[in-house]
């Protein structure tokens, strides 16, 4: 179809929806023409917050022809720049100019790959920045969405379009092949190639990328962890353990960008024994999605890009557990579940890195949009290969009762009654010294089916370990992670640096207790001179969450149990009495009770913000009194 011939149609009586992905190229011939109507509810849900994302992304593109260097661009109003990884957008844009027929998203299309240029280096990568300097890893991320695009919707293309967007793919796909191994960067990378060189090797019918896509995929089984098949290797080196032993892993990144390419792969070459293995890497990874579709990564080696619904810069977790829906239904709603909550984070068109943004006034990066509206595109492009994912059966955390303990993480995940809970004490820390995520026997998440998440750990300190793929922290940096500190000479002192606490659980008559053996240790990991040892308890049953510190020092010396409660601005709060609390949630009253009086952190503004995981919080201080060693408090949900 020629450009000029490009004609507006509705998007009911348009809404072609092409081949399934693993149909031969070429064969564009056979679409089948269908209307919203005809999808799933997941798929409709897709469809539609696809095209919110689609137009606010058109919304904020670049229309500058003086200006070469930003024209056809999005600009990120957060960031006030522009992300080289822009051009991902092409294949939801190619996606919604097919499906919808408007004139609108094709031009899109074609202003951004014109932009493009100035992200290309002259080996045939692209650069995460427009500086050619800077990391051009992710041109395996940028190939793929332009394989896809082009393989779906090329027909749309001109010739002459279509044969400089071949080009220009091939060439990348190209510098994959020679410059990734099983030992470049991250494990994301290695695994996301093994899919890009089976996919575009059969687009453009070129043996030696699938030949070096089979090397890579018979090496997957290293990098899985036992007992629990999770992925390891979100580190350099990849293979490097901890003090305990642990190996470097992030669910957010395995979750929604390693697992993906690992699953397409294994399905488009019908390798029944791997898809069997990924099976079971998705079920020892589905435990960590919470009822409300979030992704627990309180304690990742990647923690500083964790937002409450995945991972700051990776994909989305929609096309590997919406295409393994057959093999367990559960990946399916979790699929479906991560989905419903991208689009509660969305704000003014645009996906927001967590809840509470725009409670915040925070601006959200225009990166969280063009790379997961890539995936929702795939699902759409995959009708019959998505129809299977829906809400019918329940994740693990939504009916587990008890404790599981992680022992490649050190991570244990609790439940009772409708209580969810993790504790960790994985002492992995990727990259930077003080980039430390939930550690030290920290109650990293817990969350009540009725109001949500009441805690989740942030780093220690917010550190913009990616500067050009993390936002700023809006006002103090307040670390959100519960823990007891204690300041001396302005040092401080946390259990949150402790990378060698203890953790024992017990659940008896009803009762899940986790008890920690810690001490204050500040950010370079030594321990306070005097009292150090902590002891920490946090018990949970049908009705209530305790917890519980006990020190060994009777002295006031500042020890302070610190409890960010979840809360975002506008929840209304009332103080009965010194000891008690009450904060006011759209779906219940948030009551705590403690022996000691609560105090408020003074703050700037109503809340403070945490950019992990996107959370505001109610900062509760229970300064221990001269006399007392123990601080109990209670939480209930009225």
């Known amino acids: 179809m020629k450009r000029r011939n490009f004609v507006n149609v509705s998007t009911m009586a348009g809404l072609g929806l092409l081949l399934p992905w693993y149909s031969c190229k070429g064969n564009t011939d056979h679409q089948k023409q269908i209307n919203l109507e005809d999808l799933t509810a997941f798929q409709k849900q897709s469809f539609n917050l696809l095209k919110t994302w689609c137009d606010a992304m058109i919304r904020d593109q670049v229309n500058n022809e003086s200006d ?19 051009n991902d957008a092409v294949y939801p844009f190619m996606y919604m100019a097919d499906a919808t027929g408007e004139k609108k998203y094709l031009d899109a299309a074609l202003k951004l790959l014109d932009w493009s240029v100035n992200v290309n280096g002259p080996d045939g990568s692209w650069t995460n920045d427009i500086d050619p300097k800077s990391w051009n890893g992710i041109t395996v991320f940028g190939a793929i969405a332009l394989g896809e695009a082009l393989h779906h919707h090329g027909h749309i293309l001109s010739k002459e379009d279509k044969t400089k967007w071949d080009a220009r793919l091939k060439d990348a796909i190209e510098f994959v092949y020679n410059r990734f191994d099983m030992h470049f960067s991250h ?3 290695r695994f996301t190639s093994v899919y890009a060189l089976y996919f575009l090797g059969t687009y453009f019918n070129e043996e030696k990328y699938i030949k070096r896509s089979d090397e890579f995929a018979a090496l997957i089984p290293d990098y899985l962890t036992e007992p629990n098949k999770l992925i390891f290797g979100e580190d350099k ?18 979750v929604e960008e390693t697992l993906n390419g690992v699953v397409q792969y294994a399905i488009l070459k019908k390798d029944e024994n791997l898809l069997k293995l990924l099976t079971e890497s998705m079920n020892g990874h589905l435990e960590f999605i919470l009822p409300d579709g979030s992704w627990d990564n309180s304690f990742g080696t990647r923690q500083n890009k964790w937002t409450y619904w995945g991972s700051r810069t990776t994909d989305g977790c929609q096309p590997a557990f919406a295409l393994m829906a057959d093999r367990n239904p559960a990946f399916g709603n979790a699929a479906v579940l991560s989905t419903e909550l991208l689009e509660r984070c969305t704000v003014n068109g645009l996906l927001a890195g967590g809840l509470h943004y725009e409670s915040h006034g925070v601006k959200p990066c225009i990166h969280h949009t063009f790379s997961h509206a890539k995936n929702l595109a795939f699902v759409l492009d995959n009708l019959e290969a998505t129809k299977l994912a829906n809400k019918e059966t329940p ?72 500067p050009n793929n993390q936002q700023p922290q809006p006002g103090i940096d307040f670390c959100i992670t519960p823990r007891v500190e204690r300041f001396v000479d302005e040092v401080w002192y946390t259990n949150i640096h402790d990378l060698k606490a203890k953790v024992e659980v017990n659940d008896i008559n009803g009762l899940v207790n986790f008890s920690v053996n810690t001490t204050l240790t500040n950010r370079e990991k030594e321990v306070v001179s005097k009292d150090s040892e902590f002891q920490l308890n946090y018990l949970f049953d ?26 975002k601005t506008g929840e209304k709060v009332v103080q009965l009495s010194e000891n008690i609390i009450e904060i006011y949630k759209a779906e219940g ?12 952190k003074t703050m ?35």
């Not at 930003?70 to 990120?76: A, D, E, F, K, R």
């Not at 109003?77 to 080289?84: D, R």
């Not at 009253?589 to 408020?600: D, E, G």
């Open 542 to 567: 049908k009705e209530t969450a305790t917890i519980k510190a006990k020190r060994t020092s009777k002295n006031e010396n500042g020890d302070t149990l610190v409890l960010p409660i979840i809360s």
């Open 395 to 466: 994740v693990p955390r939504a009916i587990n009762d008890g404790v599981k303990h992680f022992p490649e993480l050190d991570v244990w995940l609790g439940a009772r009654g409708p209580w969810k809970s993790t504790v960790s004490s994985y002492d992995q820390i990727w990259k930077k010294p003080y980039s430390v995520a939930g550690t030290g026997g920290a109650l990293s998440v817990l969350w009540h089916e009725k109001v949500g998440p009441l805690f989740t750990a942030s780093m220690a300190e917010y550190l913009m370990v990616e």
């Open 68 to 86: 070469p260097v930003t024209n056809g661009t999005l600009y990120c109003y957060a960031c006030k720049t522009v992300h080289g990884r822009a």
């Open 237 to 254: 080196p990849d293979n490097d353990k901890s003090a305990k032993g642990l190996y470097p892993i992030d669910i957010g990144y395995n």
């Open 604 to 638: 700037e503004k109503a809340r403070i913000f945490n950019q992990v995981p996107g959370m505001e919080v109610l900062p509760i201080l229970l300064v221990f009194p001269k006399g007392t060693t123990e601080i109990k408090t209670t939480i209930t949900i009225i």
């Open 589 to 600: 009253v948030v009551k705590v009770t403690s022996n000691v009086a609560i105090k408020i």
């Open 187 to 189: 494990i994301n990378y």
